[in-house]
């Protein structure tokens, strides 16, 4: 994909606000995958790969947080879980998910606010993962809290993402988002398990994830 295409994609990001941002996908769901899909592939390759190393059950209950179009569950499903379901707050991209035969069991199309919780049960996921859920007009910080609540004591949470945005996303500069996961460690929400750089000399090319074991 070109710089361009990605700026176009970016230029739509910016045209709307957290709260209309499904719009975007809504709109282009299915033009996702060859737009964008390939620009994932670093992060999601971490993502399977920790998922790997630490969540041993092939049936363990993973939920796909922001699963888009479902790239990231069909590399999942591709090693050997069997037990995953997709969340996303855009209609047209659970659909696209839907057509990826035999990846996910079941399909939540729900849109995150501050305000409102989940409408997941307590302790029902083994693993929440994440993968570029935290960009420009996305996922709000406090669906830390709401993430830690769904998953099991014992649990992971697995969040991948590119690094710059922890500087160009009002909602997350300024410390907002780290200082919100230190603050969900200092309460014994969740404990560090660790935290890894695809590239840190790339600032702008480089993912970060965030790895934490919910208490």
């Known amino acids: 994909m070109s710089i361009i295409q990605f700026s176009s994609w970016l230029d739509k990001y910016r045209a709307v606000n957290k709260d209309t941002i499904c719009t975007v996908y809504d709109k282009e769901a299915t033009a996702f995958d060859e737009a964008i899909g390939t620009l994932s592939s670093e992060a999601h390759t971490m993502t399977v790969t920790t998922l790997n190393e630490l969540v041993l ?3 363990s209950k993973i939920l796909d947080f922001a699963a888009c179009t479902g790239l990231l569950g069909t590399k ?6 069997t037990n995953i379901d997709a969340f996303d707050g855009s209609h047209a991209c659970i659909e696209e998910c839907k057509k990826r035969d035999g990846t996910y069991t079941q399909f939540i199309s729900e849109f995150v606010t501050d305000a409102a919780p989940l409408s997941v049960a307590t302790d029902t996921y083994d693993v929440v993962v994440c993968s570029g859920g935290f960009t420009i007009n996305h996922l709000p910080i406090s669906v830390l809290s709401k993430w830690i609540r769904i998953v099991k004591p014992g649990g992971y949470v697995i969040n991948t993402f590119r690094n710059r945005w ?3 996303e009002p909602m997350y500069n300024e410390g907002k988002f780290d200082n919100e996961v230190q603050r969900l460690e200092k309460e014994q929400k969740w404990t560090f398990v660790r935290k890894q ?4 000399e790339n600032y702008h090319t480089c993912y970060v994830m965030h790895v934490h074991k919910v208490l």
Do not use: R, T, V
């Open 57 to 59: 059950d092939k049936n």
């Open 76 to 81: 999942i499903h591709g090693i050997g879980y």
């Open 166 to 168: 922890k500087d160009l």
């Open 197 to 200: 750089y695809s590239d840190p």
